[in-house]
Nanobody, 124 residues
Framework: QVQLVESGGGLVQAGGSLRLSCAAS????????MAWFRQAPGKEREFVAT????????SYADSVKARFTISRDNAKSTVYLQMNSLKPDDTAVYYC?????????????????WGQGTQVTVSS
């Protein structure tokens, strides 16, 4: 059974940085794609970024390009989301997700496994 455990959320001032971590276990992830989504109160869960575990190839939502960086550490089976120049609009619960088919798109229905989420709050 795949388990995804997020950590690293918290409260930060606008312009600050946070790094989220997603520890993955229960499978060999070499064929997987991993992603971060976020959900603000009263809004739909939206795609943030994705990384292919085998190649490190990445894709980002336009709203976070040049501010956020997704990466993975194969040895630690961990995916990271480095978030810089944070804005109040980035406030949300951030979720880690895994696609066994290596899907790297923004459709959340193609991700089979989800973590429990970690809260990120950006104050103005």
């Amino acid at each position: 059974q795949v388990q995804l455990v997020e950590s690293g959320g918290g409260l930060v001032q606008a312009g600050g940085s946070l790094r989220l971590s997603c520890a993955a276990s229960g499978r060999t992830f070499s064929n997987y794609a991993m992603a971060w989504f976020r959900q603000a109160p009263g809004k739909e869960r939206e795609f943030v970024a994705t990384v292919r575990w085998s190649t490190g190839g990445t894709s980002y939502a336009d709203s976070v390009k040049a501010r956020f960086t997704i990466s993975r550490d194969n040895a630690k089976s961990t995916v990271y989301l480095q978030m810089n120049s944070l804005k109040p609009d980035d406030t949300a619960v951030y979720y880690c997700a895994a696609s066994p088919r290596g899907y790297m798109g923004s459709n959340r229905n193609w991700y089979d496994y989800w973590g429990q989420g970690t809260q990120v709050t950006v104050s103005s």
